[in-house]
């Protein structure tokens, strides 16, 4: 069995601070995929990144980076310098290889305050 | 641009009332799925097609059904809903398997803008 887990439900902050969300799994699976979504109020679900089991490298895009730590099994996710179009809800999900079913996180609430 | 598209945006209907809700994409992708997300909840899967093989979750309940006529469109009916059923629908695809194919496997799934639905 896998599973998601996002301790922080709500996160706030204030614009420009950087901030942290946390994501934690669990799987047995050697070989897996872990992912970070974004969903807006507009409630359409956007897609951020995927890294496989295999591949620890940190990635960094502009204001955004990921640290995927298997020895801790975490996938955590940065804003640095974080802005208003930044609030939102966000979603840490994994996939085992051979599967095609997501295991969610529960989700974590970001709400930048200007 | 290759998208997932879910038409109506927003839909209402009366309660019993059959409502079927509509998923299109160019992305070529063999598996579709249908998430049902209320608020402040996680996306729970309902069931996704695999090519053209229909995979029900256990805990989804009978009242909704899903077609996949052809490897762009994907539906979703509701045969009779209940106030319980209002919440956003998401459709997503992806192509994860292993079948041969000219294009590398896209193991992340893409999601549509959501139809949210009421109940009345």
């Known amino acids: 069995a896998q599973k998601v887990t996002q301790a922080q439900t709500e996160i706030s902050v204030v614009e420009k601070e950087d901030v942290t969300l946390d994501c934690v799994y669990e799987t047995r699976d050697t070989t897996y995929y872990l992912f970070w979504y974004k969903q807006p109020p507009s409630g359409e679900l956007v897609f951020l990144i995927r890294?496989?089991?295999?591949?620890?490298q940190n990635e960094i895009s502009g204001r955004y980076s990921w640290n995927f730590q298997k020895s801790t099994s975490s996938f955590n996710f940065t804003i640095t310098t974080s802005q208003v179009v930044d609030s939102a809800v966000y979603f840490c999900a994994l996939l085992n290889f051979g599967n095609e079913k997501l295991t969610f996180g529960t989700g974590t609430r970001l709400t930048i305050i200007p | 641009d290759a998208m997932v598209i879910q038409n109506p945006r927003y839909q209402v209907t009366q309660f019993g009332k059959p409502v079927t809700l509509s998923c299109s994409q160019t992305?070529?992708?063999?598996?579709m799925y249908w998430y049902q997300q209320k608020s402040s909840q996680a996306p729970k899967l309902l069931f996704h097609y695999y090519d053209k093989d229909f995979n029900n979750e256990a805990d989804t309940p009978d009242n909704f059904q899903s077609r996949r006529p052809n490897t762009s469109f994907c539906f979703l009916d509701i045969r009779s809903p209940g106030l319980g059923d209002a919440a956003m629908y998401l459709c997503?695809?992806?192509?994860?398997?292993?079948?041969?194919?000219?294009?590398?496997?896209?193991?992340?799934?893409?999601f549509g803008p959501g139809t949210r639905l009421t109940v009345t």
């Open positions: 992305l070529n992708h063999n598996v």
């Open positions: 890294r496989n089991s295999f591949d620890e």
């Open positions: 997503a695809t992806s192509s994860p398997g292993d079948i041969p194919r000219a294009t590398p496997p896209t193991y992340e799934q893409y």
